[in-house]
C-alpha cells in the first residue's frame, strides 16, 4: 500500500452501530479514513462509482469493506455477491459485520465469498474489544499486493 490512509468503507444502516465502529477503529489509533454509507444501493453505487459517488477524487477504492447483513435497498448479501463477481473489486477484502449468529447467514455469506464474519457483541467492552482486535489484524497486520 501506498503511504496514503487506508479507507474503510463501512455499511451500516443502524447509526449507532456506525459510530461505536468509528469510535473504536479512531481510539485503537489505527491510521484509517472510513467513510460510512447506509444501505446496500449506497455502497454499490460507491464501489461501482455511480451518482453521487462517480468522483474518483473525492470517493478513492476502499482497501477493505465493513458490510452488514440486513440492510435496506439491497441486502448485504447482495451487495457481497456483486462486489465479489466483479473482477475489478474481487480482490477488495470484504467482512462482514453483523449482529446475526445464525448459521445459514454465515454459509450463505462465505458461499458468496465474504473474507470474514463478524458477529457483533452485545457487549459495548467486548464489541470495543472486537473493533481493536480488528483493527490491527486487518489495518496493521494484515499484507496486501496493492
Known amino acids: 500500500m501506498t503511504g496514503e490512509p487506508f479507507l474503510i468503507l ?5 447509526p ?3 459510530e461505536i465502529v468509528r469510535r473504536n477503529l479512531e481510539d485503537a489509533r489505527v491510521a484509517n479514513r472510513l467513510v460510512h454509507v447506509s444501505d446496500g444501493q449506497a455502497a454499490l453505487d460507491y464501489l461501482f462509482r455511480q451518482g453521487a459517488y ?3 477524487e473525492m470517493f ?3 482497501g477493505l469493506v ?4 440486513r440492510l435496506p435497498k439491497v441486502d448485504g448479501l447482495e451487495v457481497l ?4 463477481a466483479d473482477p475489478n473489486l474481487n480482490n477488495i477484502p470484504i467482512v462482514i459485520l453483523t449482529t446475526s449468529a445464525s448459521e445459514s447467514d454465515m454459509a450463505r455469506a462465505y458461499e458468496c465469498q465474504a ?8 457487549d ?7 473493533m481493536e482486535a480488528f483493527g490491527f489484524y486487518w489495518l496493521a497486520w494484515n499484507q496486501y499486493p496493492y
Do not use: C, G, I, Q
Open 10 to 14: 463501512l455499511v451500516e444502516d443502524d
Open 16 to 18: 449507532a452501530h456506525a
Open 54 to 56: 462517480a468522483d474518483p
Open 60 to 62: 478513492p477504492r476502499p
Open 66 to 69: 465493513l458490510l452488514d447483513l
Open 81 to 84: 455477491r456483486t462486489t465479489k
Open 115 to 122: 473474507n470474514s464474519y463478524l458477529v457483533k457483541p452485545v
Open 124 to 130: 459495548l467492552a467486548e464489541f470495543k474489544a472486537m
